[in-house]
Structure formats: structure tokens, C-alpha cells
């Protein structure tokens, strides 16, 4: 069982560049989130979506963009990255609101110079 | 605002038992989470409590305090396998998980 699978695993940006991460589920849950981890901080949510079409700002949204075409798939991207946005991103999907239990991917490594 | 408070980091020996506790001041309450990440690994689902009372799984069991904000996760027979991040999310009154920092837990032989 796959789960959550985030692409790519690991990448270094320069300043100014864009790139999009991908996270994609197999349990047809409805709900998927993006979130950021930085060392001694607790997971910051930076967008969510509730359904298929659906995106919603989290906590820290600036910076990020977010699209939900197909149920299955929440890309985040970054127009134009900067350094403050070198952390480690994790995808997670559950299948209805926050009351239930979420399932995480690995993780990105994003690195930017 | 919102916050969430765990220790740092504890230490404890292989076999022993260990209490790793979490505070929280929230707009409301509907459920606490306790979830285990080893390093650069993905966090996975430990116990959730939306009562008061212990819940108690295998050597892991999690109490919750609501009129105290305050629940602790209860680590039983440590392995060293158990040597990890556990992480404290709160549940607020708009159904959004409110993360703690995370204990690092260090296992010794």
C-alpha cells in the first residue's frame, strides 16, 4: 500500500526559481494538507483542501500556491523561492476533517540557496 | 494565541519507563493527538483522546486532563526502536490541529 507519495524527495533551489511539489494518496480520503517542518517549531499548515477543486489557507499560505484538479493529488508550488522557505514539507490526506487521524508522506527536503 | 508546550528533549534508559507530558492553551478543544516521527521519517499516528481519562495501547498509553490542559504520553518497556519525535496536536475549536514542537526522545542501553 503506497499511502501518500510526496515527489521529489529531496531538492536544492536558487532564489528566485519555482518548482511544485507533488503529493498524491491512494485512500480516496477527502481531505489533504501541506505543511511545513522547521527544526524546533511544531508543523505549520500552509494550505489545505477539503475535496477535489477545493484549497483553503492554512497558517503560513504566503510565498505558496496550491492546486487540487483531481482527488487524488495536492500540488504545492512556489513561484519563486526564497530562502526563508528551506524546510522540510510534508503532505498528509485523512479522510474527514481534522477529528480524524492523518497519514503523512516522507517528506521534501527543499533547500533553497 | 495558541500553544502547545512539550519538553525538548528527555533521555531514558532501555526498559525503564518514560512519561513525556504536553500542555495546551487553545480556542477550544476537540480532540488530542499524539503522534511518533523518527528522524527524517514521516510522523505516524500514535492515540488520540477526546475524553478524560487513559487510553492504553500495547507498552503506550496517553492521559488527558481537559479542565487542566494537560495530557501525557506513557512509554512502557523501552526499546530502542522507541528512540523518536513525539509530537502533541491539538484539535481547536475550528477542527484544525494545532502541532506541538516535539520531544526528542533519547533511548540508552
Known amino acids: 500500500n503506497a499511502g501518500v507519495t510526496q515527489t521529489p524527495k529531496f531538492r536544492v533551489l536558487k532564489t528566485g526559481q519555482s518548482m511544485t511539489l507533488l503529493c498524491a494518496q491512494d485512500?480516496?480520503?477527502?481531505?489533504m494538507y501541506w505543511y511545513r517542518q522547521d527544526p524546533g517549531m511544531g508543523l505549520r499548515l500552509i494550505h489545505y483542501?477539503?475535496?477535489?477543486?477545493?484549497?483553503a489557507k492554512g497558517e503560513v499560505p504566503d510565498g505558496y500556491n496550491v492546486s487540487r484538479l483531481k482527488k487524488q493529488n495536492f500540488l504545492l508550488g512556489l513561484e519563486s523561492a526564497a530562502p526563508s522557505q528551506t524546510s522540510v514539507y510534508f503532505c498528509?490526506?485523512?479522510?474527514?476533517?481534522?477529528?480524524?487521524?492523518?497519514?503523512f508522506g516522507e517528506g521534501s527536503r527543499l533547500t533553497v540557496l | 494565541g495558541q500553544n502547545i508546550d512539550q519538553p525538548t528533549e528527555m533521555t531514558a534508559t532501555e526498559g525503564a519507563i518514560v512519561q513525556i507530558n504536553c500542555t495546551y492553551q487553545?480556542?477550544?478543544?476537540?480532540?488530542l493527538f499524539w503522534y511518533q516521527q523518527h528522524a527524517g521519517e514521516a510522523p505516524t499516528f500514535l492515540s488520540y483522546n477526546v475524553l478524560d481519562g487513559l487510553e492504553e495501547k500495547g507498552r503506550f498509553s496517553s492521559f488527558l486532563s481537559r479542565s487542566k490542559g494537560y495530557s501525557y504520553l506513557l512509554l512502557k518497556e523501552l526499546q530502542m526502536k522507541d528512540s523518536a519525535s513525539y509530537l502533541c496536536a491539538v484539535k481547536d475549536s475550528n477542527y484544525q490541529l494545532i502541532w506541538g514542537a516535539g520531544t526528542k526522545l533519547i533511548i540508552k542501553p
Open positions: 487553545t480556542s477550544g478543544f476537540n480532540g
Open positions: 485512500m480516496n480520503h477527502e481531505y
Open positions: 498528509a490526506s485523512s479522510q474527514g476533517d481534522a477529528s480524524d487521524l492523518m497519514f
Open positions: 483542501s477539503v475535496g477535489e477543486g477545493t484549497t
